[in-house]
């Protein structure tokens, strides 16, 4: 039995349909869900996850769980790359972009964000696909060369931040413009006058919702 199959075998015994009905509920009915909970499938994947962590990152598990029906087995799939982040390189750009443009719902994007972000951190030379990314026609990946640095603080590169999110100015899309505004005040935990003057400097062509956002944890 496929590493993958284990893992969907232990969550189908743990299955709920009730849960599952307000899970799927929640993703607008975009996805079927087995009804487990985050907490629950994390318990259930640990074993299994203590056994592969040692292991070279095996691709194989990953894309099996992406081809499920289960909206669950690809969160499977999000929290194994994080937690073998440090074993990606460039060279995993292309899987992980199909990823993001298959069964693609903010759910996934925002766990791969994390995944993109730790590459990047480790590579920086990554940041010319980034940009790339965030004139690219799929929404997904200009949300994710905007929010990909969500985590990192000190370690942020303004300038990229900076040059996505100008990127997708004028953009309609309610997911990129959300994307915006949750960069902008993440960052400004770490960096609160760079936003303020960032915001302040591109007011006019930012929509009001990224505005909102970024501003709302600052004085």
Same mark, same amino acid.
């Given at each position: 039995?496929?590493?993958?199959?284990?893992?969907?075998?232990?969550?189908?015994?743990?299955?709920?349909?009730?849960?599952?009905?307000?899970?799927?509920?929640?993703?607008?009915?975009?996805?079927?869900?087995?009804?487990?909970?985050?907490?629950?499938?994390?318990?259930?994947?640990?074993?299994?996850?203590?056994?592969?962590?040692?292991?070279?990152?095996?691709?194989?598990?990953?894309?099996?769980?992406?081809?499920?029906?289960?909206?669950?087995?690809?969160?499977?799939?999000?929290?194994?790359?994080?937690?073998?982040?440090?074993?990606?390189?460039?060279?995993?750009?292309?899987?992980?972009?199909?990823?993001?443009?298959?069964?693609?719902?903010?759910?996934?994007?925002?766990? @791969?964000?994390? +995944? &993109?972000?730790?590459? #990047?951190?480790?590579?920086?030379?990554?940041?010319?696909?980034? =940009?790339? %990314?965030?004139?690219?026609?799929?929404?997904?990946?200009?949300?994710?060369?905007?929010?990909?640095?969500?985590?990192?603080?000190?370690?942020?590169?303004?300038?990229? @931040?900076?040059? +996505? &999110?100008?990127?997708? #100015?004028?953009?309609?899309?309610?997911?990129?413009?959300?994307? =915006?505004? %949750?960069?902008?005040?993440?960052?400004?935990?770490?960096?609160?006058?760079?936003?303020?003057?960032?915001?302040?400097?591109?007011?006019?062509?930012?929509?009001?919702?990224?505005?909102?956002?970024?501003?709302?944890?600052?004085?």
């Amino acid at each position: 039995m496929s590493k993958a199959q284990q893992v969907l075998t232990l969550l189908q015994n743990a299955a709920n349909p009730d849960k599952a009905v307000e899970m799927a509920a929640y993703m607008k009915n975009r996805f079927d869900f087995l009804g487990i909970p985050m907490p629950l499938r994390r318990k259930l994947c640990k074993p299994l996850f203590k056994e592969m962590k040692p292991q070279a990152l095996d691709w194989d598990f990953v894309e099996s769980c992406w081809e499920s029906p289960y909206r669950e087995m690809q969160y499977v799939a999000t929290d194994y790359l994080n937690m073998l982040v440090e074993q990606l390189t460039p060279q995993d750009l292309s899987r992980i972009e199909l990823l993001i443009t298959r069964k693609s719902w903010w759910d996934t994007i925002d766990a @791969l964000d994390k +995944v &993109i972000g730790g590459i #990047f951190l480790n590579f920086p030379e990554i940041r010319s696909q980034l =940009i790339h %990314w965030s004139q690219h026609d799929n929404i997904w990946l200009r949300r994710v060369a905007i929010d990909c640095q969500l985590s990192l603080k000190q370690q942020t590169d303004k300038a990229l @931040l900076s040059e +996505v &999110i100008q990127n997708n #100015f004028g953009q309609p899309e309610f997911f990129i413009n959300k994307a =915006i505004g %949750w960069a902008l005040r993440e960052y400004g935990k770490t960096n609160p006058d760079w936003v303020k003057n960032f915001v302040q400097q591109y007011r006019e062509m930012m929509a009001p919702l990224s505005v909102r956002e970024a501003l709302k944890r600052l004085k």
